[in-house]
């Protein structure tokens, strides 16, 4: 059993060291579910002579008003052999073998952390007594309860206290050590009324009662010691401590110890409750006590600490990986931040997040649809076929087929196909620039740095408008192709179809008639449908080519040429993550490493069993 208050103190002492002092916190806390016994009394209610009497050494600083100013938190292993010495965890290699130098280092370290003024500090001091002459046992004591502040003092202090006494005792894994004196009316008591508060049934607290013997003669506390004045679930205990003048005189605390046993077995009234009396059976019964609550706790500890553990590691994935300090981390954080949204880009154009079916419905739906939409009755209306027919004959009419008039005619309808697609070309930029959006919405880690993701962004949109005007160039040349080159097969029919209307002596004015006109007009139109036909095939496949193809593929290739010629001081620009930030993932990873720690030793204690 004694491993289990061993692993209480192991875990006590670790929160301090990383920071849990079970304070209001955005951070879980375990300190807070770790079962204590606190120490509580008013000022000179005896409680620092208790305290002394339990370890048996003068330890602990006095004076007058209010002396001690941090939480004191006491942790006890009994030890074989006769050495005695202590060490705290602020000074972790120092053993104290004086304990009128452990007196001094507590005092000294309340100043450090309070200053020389009489303030307070909720920080705890972590001090460990190793002795055969105690029990395994954990105490926090606490700062004294007062009504007054005294000079050089706040007037908020008498509230402070109390604030910080009850914010140890109101959690339902503390025991309550209240300490009052025998020689004043336990109705006044500051222990016993701040105990009931936090503890009604007195299911949690032991009372401990001081001074007994310093009680007027015909008066005695055995009603107190009895429950009947008042009832606690647990047992109350009284204790003789050192007078000031035995203090003074450097009493030994054995002999001390040894006069308070035949206090209790010679005083009549006490005499039949000598055997559950005492300073050593209070530290006794409060080891066993503390055995108890601490055995019970463990399966709910374990159960806080994996969901705990959980939630930090959830947590810290959410804000990313600490930054590196050189220059080379630096680069490899940005190079990498930019791969995962350059992954996470892929994955939309390929199908894998919706987006870039966006891209489909362009050449499926949008291009063909406009170039359904051309009208070309007005290129090959009869009036205008008849002059550009004419027109192209000059002053020598054609022979057999008035071949610069088609060409005239087509060239008039081709272009008009330059329009659809430059919008396709366009509508395909602007859904690739959506899906910039949102890969970097969906890259978590570009949230940490607000300047790398606007960086990214316009290093993207650049690249994009570059593949833009690249399709473009590309695209409008397979339409000048087509006006360049005429398919030829199309129009060796035509001759044939030529004589078919007509016969060819008839006057050269005379094939300008209506049906030999329409005719032209009907075989334009064809070989445009052909042309269009054509187009709606490979007007797409360039875009895919110069756009889509190129955005997978070196979408932030200028953006990496451009980082690696830049400073540290640059790269550090990039990674401007909020100082909030960082400091939370600081204190996150500390408490994964508390809880860590934690679950590997309650799993020792709990597999030793």
Same mark, same amino acid.
């Given at each position: ?31 807070? &579910? ?16 208790? +305290? ?11 004076? &007058? ?14 030890? =074989? ?5 202590? #060490? ?13 130098? *452990? ?5 000294? $370290?309340? =100043? ?84 009931? #508060? *936090? ?30 004045? %008042? ?14 003048? =035995? ?38 019964? +409060?080891?066993?006590? +503390?055995?108890? *609550? ?20 959830? $947590? ?53 649809? !406009? ?23 000059? %002053? ?6 008035? #071949? ?83 398919? *030829? ?17 008839? &006057? ?92 590997? $030793?309650?799993? !020792? ?5």
């Amino acid at each position: 059993m004694e491993n289990l208050i061993s692993l209480v103190n192991k875990l006590q002492r670790a929160c301090t060291a990383l920071g849990d002092h079970g304070e209001e916190s955005a951070l879980p806390t375990l300190w807070d &579910s770790l079962p204590a016994i606190a120490v509580v009394g008013g000022q000179s209610s005896g409680k620092s002579s208790v +305290l002394e009497s339990v370890v048996g050494k003068d330890f602990l600083p006095r004076g &007058s008003g209010i002396v001690t100013r941090r939480p004191l938190v006491l942790q006890l292993h009994r030890i =074989d052999g006769d050495r005695e010495y202590a #060490e705290f965890m602020h000074l972790p290699r120092k053993r104290f073998t004086d304990f009128a130098l *452990v007196r001094k280092e507590i005092a000294d $370290e309340t =100043d450090r952390e309070t200053g020389r003024s009489k303030q307070i500090s909720s920080v705890p001091i972590h001090l460990s007594i190793y002795s055969p002459n105690v029990v395994n046992l954990t105490l926090i004591d606490l700062p004294g309860l007062t009504k007054v502040a005294v000079e050089g003092q706040p007037d908020s202090i008498v509230q402070d206290i109390e604030n910080m006494v009850r914010s140890f005792i109101e959690k339902p894994n503390c025991i309550i050590l209240a300490v009052s004196p025998a020689n004043q009316d336990l109705a006044t008591s500051d222990a016993i009324k701040i105990s009931r #508060e *936090v503890d009604p049934k007195g299911e949690r607290t032991f009372g401990v009662l001081t001074k007994i013997d310093l009680m007027d003669k015909g008066t005695d506390a055995v009603d107190i010691l009895e429950g009947r004045s %008042y009832r606690l679930q647990q047992q109350w205990i009284g204790v003789v401590n050192r007078s000031q003048q =035995d203090i003074n005189k450097n009493v030994d605390m054995i002999a001390a110890r040894r006069r308070e046993r035949e206090y209790f077995s010679t005083t009549p009234e006490y005499k039949h409750l000598a055997h559950r009396m005492g300073s050593e059976h209070l530290a006794k019964s +409060l080891s066993k006590h +503390l055995e108890t *609550v601490i055995k019970s706790r463990i399966p709910g500890l374990q159960s806080l600490i994996t969901k705990t553990i959980a939630e930090l590691e959830t $947590e810290l994935n959410r804000l990313g990986k600490p930054i590196a300090t050189d220059a080379g981390g630096k680069l490899y954080t940005i190079m990498e931040i930019c791969r995962m949204f350059d992954g996470i880009y892929k994955e939309h154009l390929d199908g894998v997040r919706p987006g870039g079916e966006k891209i489909y419905h362009v050449f499926d739906n949008q291009f063909p649809v !406009a170039i359904k939409r051309l009208q070309f009755d007005k290129q090959l209306a009869m009036e205008n076929v008849k002059k550009l027919i004419t027109e192209a004959d000059g %002053y020598q009419p054609h022979l057999i087929a008035p #071949e610069q008039g088609y060409r005239r005619l087509i060239e008039s309808c081709l272009v008009s196909i330059r329009g659809p697609a430059e919008a396709a070309v366009d509508a395909v930029h602007a859904i690739l620039k959506e899906l910039v959006h949102k890969a970097i919405n969906e890259t978590h880690e570009l949230k940490q740095f607000p300047t790398l993701r606007a960086e990214v962004g316009n290093a993207a949109f650049e690249s994009l408008d570059r593949m833009r005007d690249e399709s473009k160039k590309n695209t409008l040349k397979l339409v000048d192709m087509e006006c360049s080159y005429l398919t *030829v097969d199309f129009f060796r029919k035509l001759p044939q179809d030529v004589e078919k209307g007509g016969n060819p002596s008839h &006057s050269i004015f005379d094939r300008y008639n209506d049906s030999y006109l329409r005719r032209i007009g009907t075989t334009v139109l064809a070989y445009i449908n052909m042309v269009c036909s054509t187009l709606r095939n490979s007007i797409p496949k360039s875009i895919v080519y110069c756009q889509v193809r190129e955005a997978k593929r070196s979408l932030l290739d200028h953006f990496f040429t451009e980082l690696g010629a830049r400073e540290i001081k640059q790269l550090s620009k990039l990674l401007d993550e909020d100082p909030a930030v960082m400091e939370r993932r600081t204190n996150l990873a500390k408490r994964l490493e508390l809880y860590r720690s934690a679950q590997a $030793e309650i799993d !020792a204690v709990a597999w030793s069993k």
